[in-house]
């Protein structure tokens, strides 16, 4: 890998797409992967990540480490997760403050861009058929679901830990499924969120690994349904899209249930709407300024969107 290669403009941007989408999966509700789609790079982050593996080490082997590094994409990858990286640790603290403080504004707006999220998706299906019908609604059925789940309480254990982070590496690949949700659901994202906070290494090791066997092996069989499935898969992917628009409705009453986050506005919370919020809680519904971060997102993803093709249509 050359210096010169690596700090390019085109890998400061992967840079910045690994930060937004390290903020976005920070959100119990938000998913990395929706970032990836819309900024344009979803496809080639699953390609990179499906071609380490066995074969990545017959490359060294008999070609060295410089062509190994091109064959996975490396710097497309070192730039991306170091992205990530720096935005999970520099900025979980920041959201998680503003989530507290301004949990309407900041639910609206990721509202506004998961549905608009749904749109470049949608223009990428190449047909429609019955079966991509049926996919799109499966997909919808699947993210409603897991909205109607409560959550559980497990022990850090290395095992859960490692097992855990498998399974949110998973749900954060995908569009509309946040992996950050799926730890709230099981009942240990405080314990990863503090291991984060207080860097507890040991912690953050187990569930690393887990993440990394969880993206290397779910990864290669998202990338193999892209290929062979691209309409059904493209469709399933809407339909999480739009099923996961329940989980971050910006306003909720307490329903008795409880949430490990303690977070007055947390997902898991009952949907209401904004009128009779303000007439159960006494609180103001910022109707007018949750409309205008709805709308400021909308038009972030699709000006991303219109950019990401007008770019696309230039290099071809």
């Not at 992205?83 to 979980?92: D, E, H, K, Q, Y």
């Not at 989980?247 to 506005?265: C, H, Q, R």
Request: charged residues 10%.
């Amino acid at each position: 890998m050359k210096v010169a290669e690596f700090c390019s403009n085109r890998y400061w941007g992967i840079a910045l797409r690994g930060m937004a989408m390290g903020a976005a999966d920070v959100v119990p509700g938000v998913s990395g992967g929706t970032i990836a789609f819309i900024t344009g790079i979803y496809r080639e982050l699953l390609e990179s990540l499906s071609r380490i593996g066995p074969h990545c080490v017959t490359v060294l082997r008999r070609q060295g480490p410089l062509v190994a590094w091109q064959y996975i994409n490396g710097s497309f990858l070192l730039a991306l997760f170091a992205g990530v990286l720096v935005s999970i640790f520099s900025l979980a603290r920041l959201i998680g403050h503003w989530l507290a403080t301004y949990p309407i504004l900041v639910w609206a707006f990721f509202f506004g861009l998961v549905l608009a999220s749904t749109v470049p998706i949608v223009r990428r299906i190449p047909r429609w058929s019955v079966s991509v019908f049926v996919c799109l609604l499966l997909g919808l059925f699947v993210a409603i679901a897991i909205s109607e789940l409560r959550p559980g309480q497990i022990p850090a254990t290395p095992l859960t830990l490692f097992l855990s982070g498998a399974l949110a590496i998973c749900a954060m690949i995908l569009p509309g499924i946040s992996g950050s949700f799926i730890l709230l659901l099981i009942g240990i994202y405080p314990r990863v969120l503090a291991a984060v906070h207080q860097l507890q290494l040991l912690n953050l090791v187990y569930f690393a690994a887990g993440a990394v066997t969880g993206l290397l092996l779910f990864s290669r069989l998202l990338s193999w349904l892209m290929r062979r499935f691209m309409a059904r898969t493209l469709a399933f992917l809407a339909g999480i899209l739009m099923g996961s628009l329940k989980i971050i409705w910006p306003w909720k009453l307490v329903d008795g249930t409880g949430v490990a986050m303690g977070e007055k506005l947390a997902p898991m919370l009952s949907n209401t709407s904004p009128w009779n919020f303000v007439a159960q809680t006494g609180e103001s519904a910022y109707l007018g300024l949750a409309i205008i971060a709805f709308l400021a997102a909308v038009l972030l993803v699709l000006s991303v969107d219109h950019w990401g093709r007008r770019a696309g249509g230039k290099s071809g």
